[in-house]
T-cell receptor, first 112, second 115 residues
């Protein structure tokens, strides 16, 4: 089973603070994704990447930045966190031409 | 882009009966339709998928049907067991070589299988 590791698993942040969520995959997958999961909305794509150095906007990118410094690592950055960004965030990876996504175990973020 | 609608949001069935979840999509060019299962506190995991060159696929008590004309696809779980209780997500994507895996998910269905 492909390994995708997220850190931290839980995070409490203050409104206006900066939050960085990290994701590491050891499967040499080119593609990585950040989703958020909210009741009534399912999984929504925030940012994604096709390889080191690349980031693309997903369906709900406002208020978020992403960074892919290497094949293995993909970060999601909230420069000015707001309570509406309270959610569970999932990172996923997938290989080019292989549609199956492997998800990390999620980061529960609470912005107070 | 793509939009995926999923119904029902909650499904309660008796153990041993079948359960069906339905999804519709908007982009007629979408060509890949996976289903993910998420147990409480866990991450979503792929359970079955179907590509646009197929109308039906079956594996281990799961059946997926795809109607491209109606832009509709469905998951059918036969002989449900308590272990099937979970959140289920359908998704759709347009995969064109390098541009793979950008899935649009439905809102999810909570399945409860009662003994």
């Amino acid at each position: 089973e492909a390994a995708v590791t997220q850190s931290p698993r839980n995070k409490v942040a203050v409104t206006g603070g900066k939050v960085t969520l990290s994701c590491n995959q050891t499967n040499n997958h080119n593609n990585m994704y950040w989703y958020r999961q909210d009741t009534g909305h399912g999984l929504r794509l925030i940012h994604y990447s096709y390889g080191a150095g690349s980031t693309e906007k997903g369906d709900i990118p406002d208020g978020y930045k992403a960074s892919r410094p290497s094949q293995e690592n993909f970060s999601l950055i909230l420069e000015l966190a707001t309570p509406s960004q309270t959610s569970v965030y999932f990172c996923a990876s997938g290989g080019t031409g292989h549609e199956r996504l492997f998800f990390g175990h999620g980061t529960k973020l609470s912005v107070l | 882009g793509e939009q995926v609608e999923q119904l029902p949001s909650i499904l309660r069935v008796q153990e041993g009966s079948s359960a069906s979840i339905n999804c519709t999509y908007e982009n007629s060019a979408s060509n890949y339709f996976p289903w993910y299962k998420q147990e409480p506190g866990e991450n979503p995991k792929l359970i079955i998928d179907i590509r646009s060159n197929m109308e039906r696929k079956q594996t281990q008590g799961l059946i997926v049907l795809l109607d491209k004309k109606a832009k509709r696809f469905s998951l059918h779980i036969t002989d449900t067991q308590p272990g099937d209780s979970a959140m289920y997500f359908c998704a759709a994507s347009l995969n064109t070589g390098a541009n793979t895996g950008k899935l649009t998910f439905g809102h999810g269905t909570i399945l409860r299988v009662h003994p």
